[in-house]
């Protein structure tokens, strides 16, 4: 079991910035491969970013250039730096974790075993 806690969420204006939170606790050797999705009402729960163990990193081509994700192994906590927002942007955002994944499955929801409540970003224009 692995539990995850986001944190960080909040309403800003377009072009600014967030610093989203994951804490994990739990079986987080065995899960230790972190993604970040998001959601917006009425669409498809979509990848951001992930993490691999080893600190390999993925974006999704939306986001890449403005968010940034890391890792504190030591802490078991994960994170998302999100600047230069758009409105686009707004949605819930999730933390998930999985076991070691191929690249080719970092953005799939359906690879990802735990996820945590969530924490709404929201940026206006």
């Known amino acids: 079991q692995v539990q995850l806690v986001e944190s960080g969420g909040g309403s800003v204006q377009a072009g600014g910035s967030l610093r989203l939170s994951c804490a994990a606790s739990?079986?987080?050797?065995?899960?230790?491969?972190m993604g970040w999705f998001r959601q917006a009402p009425g669409r498809e729960r979509e990848g951001v970013a992930a993490i691999s163990a080893s600190g390999r990193i993925y974006y999704a081509d939306s986001v890449k250039g403005r968010f940034t994700i890391s890792r504190d192994s030591r802490k078991n906590a994960v994170y998302l730096e999100m600047t230069s927002l758009k409105p686009e942007d707004t949605a819930m955002y999730y933390c998930?974790?999985?076991?070691?994944?191929?690249?080719?499955?970092?953005?799939?929801?359906?690879?990802?075993?735990?996820w945590g409540r969530g924490t709404q970003a929201t940026v206006s224009s």
């Open positions: 998930a974790a999985a076991p070691p994944l191929y690249s080719s499955g970092w953005s799939l929801p359906s690879n990802y075993n735990y």
């Open positions: 739990g079986d987080t050797v065995s899960y230790s491969f």
